[in-house]
């Protein structure tokens, strides 16, 4: 069985296969482009998707070292993300399957996510917490099995990945955020700023990030912050983020450890692109030690948007006879619910 996973949800174009369950390549390009505008541009992100889709498709078949006429199904993101970029992945992938006469599968992105921690080993036993943070979403998900999830929470406003962004354009440190933040916070003072944590009603698995975003605003107004301006360069640009980012670490972190107990499960996962921060693994790992987990967090590679969790969902989904109807249309705000057996 050996499949091709297509993902251009957003500004990532990636291509990748799976061949019996084992990775043989992943090939993910960046659009460098929008760093200038500090977001993402739809327009822009699927003209690229459009240049970018064919030679990165056929690297990694070159480096899997596979012919197209060995491919047993094509996968590809049919949401949730930005329509424009899901129709270039999703079109190219059903058309290639069409003209291969093999079946395709279509891929809810977050559940790639939730499969980025089954790519490689060690991989987390069933039943597991997976806690999703990315740009878009940040979800709290119980799989008790390969597409059998139970969503416990999920972002009420601002994703965890997009306060990243927005604080970071507030700062004028660059974009993305998520990695320019973490860089500053490593030398700034994480208790410098008493910004909030948003844990809302006793109990509740949800996510809010916008009253954070909106407290950073409020104290560099109050700073007197001027967009890098030379009294304000240093150390207080780094207390902030260090700040900033220890309440969103913070919360994340202590949600995905009480849900874990709620539901007797000793498996924890992190996923997604906010998953590559380093507070965020370091107190996660740590939290696992104190209440006896196991945690799981793939490789770099694959908490951003890539081809390889598509592929490798496309592999069980074609394992239990599951393919897509080649009418398939892209839904830029498809639920996990969707994906799931339940």
Do not use: W
């Amino acid at each position: 069985m050996t499949v091709l996973g297509i993902e251009t949800s957003c500004d990532e174009t990636s291509a990748a296969v799976v061949r019996h369950g084992k990775l043989l390549s992943n090939v993910t390009t960046v659009q460098l482009i929008h760093s200038k505008y500090g977001g993402v541009v739809p327009e822009l992100a699927s003209r690229a998707h459009q240049q970018l889709i064919v030679p990165i498709v056929d690297e990694s078949l070159l480096k899997a070292n596979v012919k197209k006429e060995e491919l047993k199904a094509i996968s590809a993101v049919y949401g949730p993300g930005l329509i424009g970029s899901i129709l270039v992945g999703l079109s190219f992938g059903k058309a290639m399957a069409l003209g291969l006469g093999v079946p395709f599968v279509g891929v809810n992105h977050m559940e790639g996510h939730i499969f980025s921690n089954l790519i490689e080993d060690p991989k987390p036993a069933f039943p597991f917490m997976n806690l999703t943070a990315s740009g878009g979403h940040t979800q709290l998900v119980l799989v008790k099995e390969p597409f059998d999830y139970v969503i416990l929470g999920e972002t009420i406003d601002d994703a965890a990945g997009e306060a990243f962004d927005k604080v970071a354009k507030m700062l004028d440190i660059g974009y993305p955020g998520g990695p320019l933040i973490d860089k500053y916070a490593v030398v700034g003072n994480p208790r410098a700023v008493d910004f909030p944590r948003s844990y809302l009603d006793e109990g509740s698995f949800d996510f809010s990030f916008s009253g954070l975003k909106t407290s950073v605003l409020y104290y560099l107004k109050r700073s007197g912050f001027q967009k890098r301006t030379a009294e304000f360069d240093g150390n207080f640009i780094a207390d902030v983020c260090a700040s900033f980012q220890a309440s969103v670490v913070e919360v994340l972190v202590r949600k995905l450890i009480l849900a874990a107990e709620k539901f007797s499960v000793r498996n924890i996962a992190i996923a997604g692109g906010v998953s590559a921060n380093t507070e965020l693994r370091r107190q996660a790992a740590e939290a696992a030690v104190r209440n006896g987990l196991k945690l799981f967090i793939p490789k770099f590679e694959y908490c951003t948007d890539n081809g390889a969790m598509i592929a490798m969902v496309g592999y069980h989904r074609m394992l239990e006879g599951n393919h897509s109807d080649l009418e398939l249309t892209a839904e830029p705000g498809l639920s996990l619910s969707r994906s799931s057996r339940n």
